[in-house]
């Protein structure tokens, strides 16, 4: 095989072995950072916004946290939408002697009145620095109304195939690697908190399908076939709410509120279908209603980047605003000897080797938001060689090879050592080869910057 022919395809391995270093080293860091961060918040502080939330263990801790995320959304007034969502269940029944008129109101309520019955409830949004503290259900607990929570933020990752699931297992059942799942953190915690049957928060924070518009809606809906007769009466059934919050920030992502009700009234059939006199009317009703929040702030599309001497880059921001458009980023970097950015996000690298850090920053409802790239400004590494190209050694004996960066100045001078035959020769991290039995083998250098390889033919005699 040739060497160039040799190098190509060791360059491509490299770069995958470097791709799974900085993956497994980065996951590990951020594991790690977050362990440290664990605990380390005086008690004070357990929800401080800029700090690690702590995991909440009781159902004041869910409050307490929940609490604090929407009294800081409400206060920093992030773009908030809403959706609703209501259906009516399958097991619609109408009467329990069921006449054929009967029947056919059912059909025609399921068939057609359940789309109009969601479409009837329009969703709602809030602009960036709009308020939305009267369109937000801004959830008013106690401890008494809590039965139960849960809060989820471990998964579990295959180090194999890079599957995740919810549970730890002892086989993974995308690739089968036995060795174990790795446990991570997500960003974000996701609780779910369920409501007490009954409970007083019911009242105060399910609010937005009023029963009066309800049954309404129902009277309007049967006022064809049938007058109501007796009031709707709406049992609340598995409430709960489900809010999805920053770990690092506090930020609130997401609430639900989401219900059963089992909705019972009393009709007199009228008209055609007077024949079928009164029945009671069972509607089982599924309703959700979901906030969203939408943070300003800025992204950059890298957040490293290595540069040679006298070299261009761009760098693009992208803004979470009301109109990204009207808002001018402000570039700057940490050291203007070693590189500078221009108005458009353009990094120039000068000839002095260093790191830097280039921050976009923008202004928006009179506060600062930004995001930083870090520069790394080098010598890359052309070449590279080695004391000798072959060697003859006795078993035993032992070589230091060294290895030459071209060019000298070069930023990055270290090379990791390999071996084609153990059984042949050895070589540790410095380049000491050591032979070990009798045949050839090759011993190689790759250098850390660039991965070019150097090769000794080694050959052991007795
Ligand atoms: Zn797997």
Request: aromatic share 12%.
């Amino acid at each position: 095989m040739s060497e160039k022919k040799d190098r190509s395809k060791l360059i491509f391995g490299a770069i995958i072995v470097v791709l799974c270093v900085f993956f497994v080293v980065g996951v590990a860091y951020g594991a790690n950072s977050l362990l440290e961060m664990e605990g380390t918040l005086e008690p004070a502080d357990k929800y401080v916004l800029d700090g690690y939330a702590q995991v909440p263990e009781s159902a004041q801790d869910v409050i307490d946290l929940v609490s604090t995320a929407v009294k800081n959304a409400v206060e920093a007034k992030p773009k908030l939408d809403s959706s609703d969502s209501i259906s009516i269940g399958d097991e619609l029944l109408i009467g329990e002697d069921s006449a054929s008129a009967v029947n056919t109101m059912a059909k025609f309520l399921k068939d057609n009145a359940a789309d109009e019955f969601a479409a009837a409830f329009s969703d709602l949004s809030a602009d960036f620095g709009a308020g939305f503290a009267d369109k937000l259900w801004i959830p008013t607990l106690t401890a008494e109304d809590i039965d139960g929570f849960e809060c989820n933020y471990i998964y579990y990752h295959c180090m194999q195939c890079g599957a995740d699931a919810e549970e730890p297992y002892a086989k993974c059942s995308e690739c089968g690697n036995e060795n174990g799942p790795q446990m991570r953190y997500r960003d974000e915690y996701s609780i779910t908190i369920n409501l007490r049957q009954g409970a007083a928060a019911l009242q105060n924070n399910f609010r937005l399908r009023e029963p009066s518009k309800i049954t309404d809606f129902i009277g309007d809906k049967f006022s064809d076939f049938a007058n109501i007769t007796a009031p709707v009466n709406f049992e609340y059934k598995n409430a709960r709410i489900f809010v999805r919050i920053n770990r690092h920030t506090g930020q609130l992502y997401e609430i639900k509120y989401i219900k059963d009700v089992d909705l019972t009234t009393k009709a007199e059939f009228i008209g055609d279908y007077a024949y079928a006199g009164e029945a009671k009317v069972y509607l089982p009703v599924y309703e959700e209603v979901g906030f969203w929040f939408t943070w300003p702030g800025v992204s950059l599309s890298a957040h490293e980047l290595s540069m040679a001497h006298k070299k261009t880059e761009a760098l693009k921001a992208t803004l979470t605003c009301d109109d990204p458009l009207l808002y001018d980023v402000t570039w700057t970097s940490s050291d203007e000897s070693i590189a500078t950015v221009d108005a458009d996000g353009y990094v120039e690298s000068n000839k002095v080797d260093g790191k830097v850090i280039i921050t976009a920053s923008f202004e928006f409802q009179g506060k600062t938001y930004t995001d930083e790239c870090e520069v790394f400004v080098k010598t890359s590494v052309e070449s590279i060689d080695i004391t000798k190209r072959d060697l003859t050694l006795k078993k035993g004996e032992t070589f230091a090879q060294k290895v030459s960066y071209s060019p000298k100045e070069s930023t990055v001078q270290t090379a990791k050592w390999y071996t084609t035959d153990e059984t042949v020769a050895t070589v540790d991290e410095n380049g000491v080869i050591t032979a070990i039995g009798v045949g050839e083998a090759e011993v190689y250098a790759v250098s850390d910057d660039g991965y070019f390889k150097a090769t000794c033919k080694v050959e052991v005699t007795e």
